[in-house]
């Protein structure tokens, strides 16, 4: 059997209705932006693999360094113990962090390092000797799959099993020029009972790459920052070059007080998750009281394996041959975003660095389940491009290392479909 055989035995995949869905793909090797299937048929990954792929597939250096790790140290408990590559990736990204993140504390994947971030921050209350609890959080968020990540998502279909269970959050809309008043309003009335705010910055990614401006996130911040708000930050997305600078807090003028990261944070190649803080969030938690611990834990904290992986991926991202990468992906997504904006299929075309996503008109069918999302998908996986629609939403996410040929052939079969489907 093949591997697509052998996966239909035994394996149950993501988001997906095994009943309905077409046969996985094996994929047998990578390179670059590409994939490689069981019968040498490549794949453009257009997506970085759910966004976490930003160097390329199987990259020599990462390989290297994850290799030698593995022949010094694989794993050590970390409550106790520490180190090397946890103390100097901390370090590191600390060190091109907004100048207030001063702690790192590890996790494993990004919806873990989100509820390490609300349990800081509804903890830090409480050590604090205070009763806040309601937590403010955007419509259309998406923050992760585990409970406190869902709970403050934006209720969808896939929460729905969920939703009873799921505790409240205080839902506000994006800001914008129109509606930034009346939401700092809602903030002051919810201050006294309101733990913090967590948000994506300017790309809500799940949301249908949802896109909003810097300066009105700034004036919500600094709202927040004067009524006494923690701010969270979730660039698990956004981190890592995605919206053109090195974190989209980058673009902002006010600093939140925890950020989360996963995803682009090793480069794609494992899991790891990372939760930063400022110092007075840290020091609520200094105490002879036991009970003011922050008990949160993973059996593979800070593995030394894969913090190897950040710290490669973090040295190829530093490099100035990935800044050029990330304003040449820039320059063609906008060109190609100008070429199609007019067409009669496309009802929306938006773009923050690295990241162009594209919203066909459907009329009032927009759901995640639309007919057109799986037409589109099986269009482009038959040319050789990983396109994943976020219902009649196709983005591009491309790793920083695709060629100029590819993400025209992309944009080539993108103009195409407009014309065959």
């Known amino acids: ?4 055989e052998r996966d239909l035995k035994v394996i149950w995949h993501p988001y997906t209705q095994m009943k309905t869905a077409a046969p996985a ?9 590409g994939l490689f299937d069981e019968r040498g048929k490549k794949y453009i990954d257009a997506v970085s693999s759910w966004w976490v792929n930003i160097h390329g597939h199987a990259h020599p250096y990462i390989a290297q360094k994850v290799s030698e790790q593995l022949h010094k140290l694989e794993h050590v408990i970390f409550a106790g113990f520490t180190h090397q590559g946890a103390i100097e990736l901390a370090e590191r990204l600390l060190a091109i962090l907004p100048d207030n993140q001063q702690k790192a504390f590890y996790s ?12 800081m921050c509804l903890q830090y209350w409480l050590n604090k000797g205070h009763q806040r609890t309601k937590i403010i959080a955007f419509n259309n968020a998406y923050h992760g799959d585990t409970f406190g990540a869902m709970a403050v998502s934006g ?27 009346d939401l700092k309003s809602q903030i002051s009335n919810l201050k006294s009972s309101t733990a913090c705010f967590i948000f994506e910055p300017l790309v809500q990614g799940s949301g249908g790459m949802l896109m909003y401006e ?11 920052r004067q009524e006494n708000v923690l701010m969270i930050a979730d660039e698990v997305f ?13 673009h902002l003028q006010v600093q939140p007080d925890i950020m989360c990261f996963s995803k682009g944070l090793t480069g794609g190649t494992m899991a790891l998750g990372l939760t930063t803080c400022t110092q007075h969030i840290y020091d609520a938690f200094l105490s002879d009281d036991r009970l003011k611990t922050l008990f949160h834990g993973h059996s593979f904290t800070a593995n030394p394996v894969a913090c190897a992986a ?3 991926s973090l040295d190829l991202f530093l490099e100035p041959a990935t800044a050029v990468n990330i304003q040449r992906i820039e320059a063609l997504h906008r060109q190609f975003a100008d070429k199609i904006k007019h067409h009669p299929k496309i009802k929306a075309i938006r773009q923050t660095g690295t990241i162009v996503a594209m919203e066909w008109e459907t009329g009032n069918d927009t759901s995640y389940f639309n007919s057109l999302r799986d037409k589109l998908y099986h269009y482009f996986l038959a040319e050789g491009i990983i396109l994943r629609p976020l219902g009649n939403i196709i983005y591009i996410l491309p790793p920083y290392c695709i060629t100029n040929a590819e993400l025209n052939y992309v944009y080539n079969k993108i103009e195409q479909a407009l014309e065959e489907i």
């Open 108 to 119: 494993d994947n990004g919806s873990t390092a989100i509820e390490v971030a609300i349990k």
């Open 214 to 224: 810097a300066q009105y996130l700034d004036q919500l911040m600094a709202h927040c």
């Open 310 to 312: 950040a710290l490669a």
């Open 25 to 33: 793909i094996g994929i047998v090797r990578g390179e670059g932006a």
């Open 238 to 250: 956004t981190g890592f070059g995605r919206t053109g600078k090195l974190f989209a807090c980058d």
């Open 155 to 181: 209720r969808s279909a896939f929460t729905k099993a969920f939703d009873s269970l799921l505790f409240e959050v205080e839902f506000i809309d994006t800001p914008n020029a129109d509606n930034i008043s």
């Open 1 to 4: 059997m093949n591997l697509t």
